[in-house]
């Protein structure tokens, strides 16, 4: 993958370090395929799973929209530590920021958008018994680690960083301490000191505020993770308005459609082709296979062949579409079989341990 403005952006302005950098990384393949480019404090937290110590990893998601194929690389990362090195996985579903920013209508909706989430994401392979929830609605006591941490959170600080003006409301200007509270919450509630918290570039911003008032609250800073952004279908960013990312919802035919359909870096014809080659590098259909389904090996190959003329865009797409139809039938699968007590059991409440 190649790292966007924003990834570059983190690294040239805001003090993180290119994991290029490290000498010894996690032998899971998004840390070698560049799924994952830069970090905070990542070496720390690495050296402590691999002495066996308690460790943790906080992922969110959006309540306002549904998982897609780009949340597979810190799905597929948080999973890995969790498989490898019994972490605790924490996920914050921000069911009160989807609400204030007006990502959805209602707080019914945003509720009923983040146990759907939550269901998905036990079907995506996280294990009941060391996954924990965080729905704001549910568990209302994370707003007091949030008033807490408020206090250390100055209005000129959250300005600075958000950009947020007298008009924007304040349930925004305020959610920086919740979101906060989020981060800190495995340390804070359970003593875990060894934090990891893997993102995408345009949502450093959360973080570099958990890190700053971290310290203030007597606690240690998180660890953090930066992923590099794979391109929409459209070789375009990946947005839900414009429909150019695959959902893991979504039915055979419109996987098959999208994904034969996405942006190509082959040549106007298959004569054309044959003769001149296509260019792997902005194709999406060969950005996908590296990314998630070939060995390095086997993708080196494959780019090297397309480059050629070898093997054309559609042969591509199609083996894109094979691989994505069937894990994503398997995955649909196994969120039909997600029972409620199973789902509810990982749902923290104010009558945990931690409230």
């Not at 032998?27 to 970090?39: E, M, V």
């Not at 050296?47 to 690389?73: D, E, M, P, W, Y």
């Not at 994503?328 to 409440?349: G, K, M, Y």
């Amino acid at each position: 993958m190649h790292p966007t403005p924003d990834n570059k952006k983190l690294v040239e302005q805001f003090g993180a370090q290119p994991l290029s950098s490290l000498k010894t990384l996690p032998a899971h393949p998004s840390f070698h395929n560049g799924l994952l480019y830069s970090h905070r404090d990542f070496d720390a937290f690495y050296k402590a799973a691999q002495q066996g110590k308690r460790v943790a990893i906080v992922t969110g998601v959006n309540a306002s929209g549904t998982l897609h194929l780009g949340h597979k690389a810190v799905f597929d990362t948080v999973r890995f530590f969790q498989d490898s090195f019994d972490a605790e996985i924490y996920i914050p579903i921000s069911d009160d920021e989807s609400y204030v920013s007006g990502k959805v209508d209602s707080q019914e909706e945003a509720l009923k958008n983040s146990l759907r989430l939550a269901r998905e994401l036990l079907a995506y392979g996280f294990h009941p018994d060391k996954t924990v929830f965080i729905i704001d609605q549910i568990y209302t006591n994370i707003y007091n680690l949030a008033f807490l941490l408020s206090k250390k959170i100055t209005q000129s600080v959250v300005k600075a960083t958000y950009g947020y003006s007298g008009e924007d409301n304040i349930g925004l200007q305020f959610y920086p301490a919740v979101q906060s509270a989020h981060v800190l919450f495995p340390q804070h509630a359970h003593n875990v000191q060894h934090v990891l918290v893997p993102i995408g570039p345009d949502e450093d911003a959360h973080l570099r505020v958990a890190r700053d008032v971290a310290p203030r609250a007597g606690l240690a800073k998180p660890a953090v993770l930066h992923a590099s952004f794979l391109p929409g279908t459209d070789g375009q960013k990946m947005s839900k308005s414009k429909n150019n990312a695959i959902f893991l919802s979504d039915s055979e035919k419109v996987i098959r459609k999208k994904i034969m359909s996405s942006f190509s870096g082959g040549q106007v014809t298959v004569e054309e082709h044959r003769e001149k080659g296509g260019d792997p590098d902005v194709d999406v259909a060969c950005q996908y296979l590296k990314a998630f389904y070939l060995s390095t090996e086997d993708a080196d190959g494959l780019f090297a062949q397309y480059r050629s003329g070898e093997i054309l865009s559609g042969e591509v797409k199609k083996l894109l579409a094979d691989y994505v139809v069937a894990e994503l039938l398997s995955f649909q699968e196994r969120v039909a079989r997600i029972d409620d007590n199973t789902l509810r059991s990982c749902v923290l409440q104010n009558t945990n341990q931690g409230s």
